[in-house]
């Protein structure tokens, strides 16, 4: 029997409690050996549990206890979660943890000390909820030079925009909902403004470019922007529009990162993921699209992606230096500016033939109200489109809306 301890007991770490006790034959299974929780870490008591008499206030009895194989943390937030993640690696315990804000901060640094001290440091959670996509990303797409990396990478703003777009629910209704349904942060304004979407392409681009890069870098937008005016641009065109997180090689080697609602075509497999399902497409120069789909979030599939690094950091304890990336490096990322895009507008103040002096070839919808143009421009740069949308203002237009093409 290998001990264990769970730090947190909220939506994800009650949820890895019920896997590991309803799925415990096929955890021990994979785990190749007994698989006991020796400790849960919160702050607050839970009376009436099967297990109330393991909860523990203090991190340093997990610590100290040399039984201890593994630690699986799902408290979410960078502290305590990154001194935990520390101590444990120091002490020669695996680490295991679906909080994206850890990875997409400290991946660097825990790697590497889970590398020096011969552990693991496992994230699978941290990214797709219950989709197995860093595992197949680092393992079996590795043979690959990606080229891109693109998805739904956030639950609650899926679901709140397909509610919204969908079936006509308030942004304020559908919000509450996926809070009731365990798919929202704790600090709901992260998903809605996009920074759970951008720490987590983020981690995808760590690994899919082998070098760290810093949230704080990487332009996001979220989706209050989003109206209904334009997804019903975007339904006449055969498309939707979707908050996307994107990574893509360009000139130099450089990485483009960014986070915004999306106009994605009709052709694009992301265009019909609907409800709390996330998406991510991986592009790579050997074996071409990769779709991986499933639950973003959510008790179960993020419990049950933590348990099963449990699992694996528990029958192969050795440090698995392959999943690994380097610090990162200001040179790698790409200028927004000079970033290759195509938009879509949305303007009133001018009419088609002055629009297109200042976007010329683009395609104009149908439009659907009286002194207002929706356009798609062909493809530029976004400094050159920035550039096009400033003098059109200047000329009297007014840009009502404004989002890049997948
Ligand atoms: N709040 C996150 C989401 C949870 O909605 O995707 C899963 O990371």
Redesign the pocket.
């Known amino acids: 029997m290998k001990q264990i301890a769970v730090l947190g007991h909220g939506v994800v770490g009650s949820g890895i409690m019920e896997v590991l006790e309803k799925n415990r034959v096929q955890v021990e299974e994979k785990a190749g050996c007994g698989v006991e929780v020796r400790y849960v870490l919160d702050r607050r008591a839970f009376p009436g549990l099967p297990y109330s008499d393991r909860f523990v206030t203090d991190f340093s009895v997990i610590l100290e206890d040399p039984e201890v194989e593994v630690v699986a943390e799902a408290m979410g937030g960078l502290e305590p979660a990154f001194t935990y993640a520390r101590e444990s690696l120091s002490r020669g315990k695996s680490f295991v943890t ?1 909080n ?1 804000e850890l990875v997409a901060a400290k991946g660097d640094v825990l790697l590497a000390l889970a590398r020096e001290k011969g552990v693991r440091f496992l994230f699978e ?5 219950g989709i197995p996509v860093i595992e197949p990303i680092h393992r079996s797409l590795g043979p690959n030079r990606i080229q891109q990396v693109a998805g739904i ?7 709140i925009l397909t509610k919204m777009l969908r079936e006509g629910t308030s942004f304020q209704d559908a919000l509450e909902l ?1 809070q009731r349904l365990g ?3 704790r600090d ?1 304004s ?2 809605v403004e996009g920074h ?2 951008c720490r ?1 392409i983020c981690i995808l681009a760590a690994l899919a470019f082998g070098r760290h890069f810093y949230p704080e870098d990487v332009p996001t937008r979220g989706i209050t922007g989003v109206t209904a005016r334009d997804a019903a641009y975007a339904a006449r065109w055969g498309g939707s529009i979707k908050l996307i997180g994107r990574a893509r090689r360009g000139s130099g080697g450089r990485v483009a990162l960014e986070v915004s609602p999306m106009l994605v075509p009709g052709s694009s497999l992301l265009s019909g993921v609907g409800d ?1 399902y ?1 998406a991510v497409q991986v592009t790579g120069d050997m074996t071409g699209d990769v779709l991986f789909y499933g639950r ?3 008790k179960l599939p ?1 419990a049950a992606a933590v348990v099963g690094d449990i699992a694996a950091a528990l029958r192969e304890p050795g440090n698995d230096c392959s999943l690994f990336w380097g610090p990162a490096d200001p040179a790698m990322l790409l200028p927004p500016e000079e970033a290759p895009s195509q938009g879509y507008f949305r303007v009133s103040g001018l009419d088609r033939e002055e629009l297109e002096l200042f976007f010329p070839g683009a395609f104009f919808l149908e439009s659907l109200e009286e002194g207002e143009e929706a356009l798609i421009t062909p493809p530029a740069t976004q400094g050159e489109l920035d550039a096009a949308a400033r003098a059109a203002e200047a000329a009297g237009g007014r840009i009502l809306s404004r989002f890049p093409l997948l």
Do not use: Q
């Not at 959670?125 to 909820?129: D, F, H, K, P, R």
């Open positions: 679906s994206k959670a941290s990214v797709g909820g990478l956030n639950g609650t703003t899926n679901f996926a798919y929202a942060e709901p992260a998903d759970d979407a987590k709390v996330n973003g979030a959510g993020t």
